[in-house]
């Protein structure tokens, strides 16, 4: 079995009026090759008449982001030319590449009746030779993404990207990153095989699993030993998980602000590139 080196605590990073715990980077740990940034925005709930979601305008260049909208939804807008509204259980995968702007808010409805809200962004690096790749995104509703009932339907793997027991993910990411949620009613088991050479990325969005012996709960990120190949998972009560690994990419990496790198002079260009409009021009 893996063994598990540390568990980290998502710590308190409000934004505005919006309930965030940021997983990864803490001050424990300050990122899990390839996988780069987690926020855990809510749960709350929203009151009719609100602003929504605060990401307005903002560019990227050199990684990946993948939302999980758990609750509530989310409006993408971007310099390429894409336009979505995802709700619940749906899922974003933008990448960003050379750069782009976009921006992510709640819905004219949302922000008229309000309601329940729960999100997960993960950023997700790309190697090298994809970083200034062409920009793309990718928006699935909930029943896009393909899902595999086990242990007599206590477990539901939602399969995001990669093959999970044999049910392919929803997305063909550049990098061989695989992502699933997992939900499970209390008692369910899972057993998974997940090479030895892979980082594990395992964070528990709510209640507690019990993972190679150890328990583990709601907002907390278990790291784990490059020394095993099998995971055994058991839901302690109703819980959902967000799963995933990768093939660390062993690459310099070079972050600031919204760009992720491998060196400072590829940042510099990016901010220089940034100003000059090539990541395209901002239109309400």
């Known amino acids: 079995m893996r063994t598990i080196k540390t568990q980290h605590r998502a710590q308190s990073a409000p934004i ?16 899990l090759d390839p ?4 926020n855990h925005h809510g749960p709350q709930v929203y009151r009719p008449n609100n602003q929504g979601l605060p990401f307005g305008p903002h560019p990227h260049r ?6 999980f909208i758990l609750e509530g939804d989310i409006m993408h807008q971007d310099t390429g030319g894409h336009q979505s509204i995802i709700g619940p259980g749906g899922i974003q995968w933008m990448t960003a590449g050379r750069g782009l702007i976009h921006a992510e808010v709640s819905s004219p409805e949302f922000k008229r009746t309000g309601g329940p809200l729960e999100i997960l962004q993960l950023w997700v690096n790309l190697p090298a030779k994809n970083k200034m790749v062409e920009p793309r995104y990718i928006g ?14 206590r477990v539901v793997l939602h399969a ?21 949620t997992i939900n499970f009613r209390a008692g369910g088991k899972l057993d998974l095989t997940i090479p030895a050479s892979h980082t594990i990325f395992f964070y528990t969005v709510r209640g507690r699993l019990r993972v190679n012996g150890q328990e583990t709960q709601a907002r907390q990120l278990v790291e784990f030993n490059y020394d095993g ?8 009560d109703e819980a ?3 799963l995933g690994h990768a093939h660390p990419f062993q690459e310099p990496i070079v972050s600031y602000g919204p760009f992720v790198m491998n060196t400072e002079q590829e940042i510099r260009q990016a901010y220089q590139d940034y100003q000059a409009g090539t990541f395209g021009r901002w239109e309400e």
């Open 160 to 180: 995001v990207s990669g093959n999970w027991l044999g049910t392919a993910g929803a997305v063909s990411p550049l990098a061989d990153i695989q992502l699933a």
């Open 229 to 236: 190949d099998d995971l055994h998972l058991e839901a302690l």
């Open 140 to 153: 699935l509703q909930e029943p896009e993404i393909p899902t595999a009932s086990l242990d007599e339907g």
């Open 35 to 38: 996988f780069l940034f987690l």
């Open 240 to 242: 959902v998980l967000l």
């Open 62 to 67: 050199g990684f990946e982001t993948v939302t």
């Open 16 to 31: 505005a009026d919006l309930v965030t715990y940021r997983a990864l980077p803490t001050n424990s740990v300050e990122h």
